[in-house]
Nanobody, 126 residues
Framework: VQLQASGGGLVQPGGSLRLSCAASGLTVDHYAIAWWRQAPGKEREGVVCMSRSDGNTYYTDSTEDRFAISRGIAKNAFYLHMNNLESEDTAVYYC????????????????????WGQGTLVTVSS
């Protein structure tokens, strides 16, 4: 199983980026999917989780109105659409797939996720 995250880069505050996570060795449409991030000097935190079973999506408070997760259409991939980026969004972003079809109440702890991408750096700076 391999997840390949891409799409990071340098963007100005208020700008947008779309991160991609391409999968091989598993079908992402069968599992809950998520994005995580780790800012410099901070612990990794969950950004968003999307269930496969019912399509419900769970965002952290700081990203709910600005970020959106989506699954690829006819592609074994998923995406993170980030708008109105802030300097606090600067981090390495990781994609992950759960061993479950749904995001559990403990999804932010990370233990549900068995497959992880290598991370892509997003820098928000003027």
């Amino acid at each position: 199983v391999q997840l390949q995250a891409s799409g990071g880069g340098l963007v100005q505050p208020g700008g947008s980026l779309r991160l991609s996570c391409a999968a091989s060795g598993l079908t992402v449409d069968h599992y809950a999917i998520a994005w995580w991030r780790q800012a410099p000097g901070k612990e990794r935190e969950g950004v968003v989780c999307m269930s496969r079973s019912d399509g419900n999506t769970y965002y952290t408070d700081s990203t709910e109105d600005r970020f959106a997760i989506s699954r690829g259409i006819a592609k074994n991939a998923f995406y993170l659409h980030m708008n109105n980026l802030e300097s606090e969004d600067t981090a390495v972003y990781y994609c992950a797939t759960s061993r479950f079809r749904s995001c559990t109440v403990d999804w932010e702890r990370g233990a549900d996720f068995l497959s992880w991408g290598q991370g892509t750096l997003v820098t928000v700076s003027s």
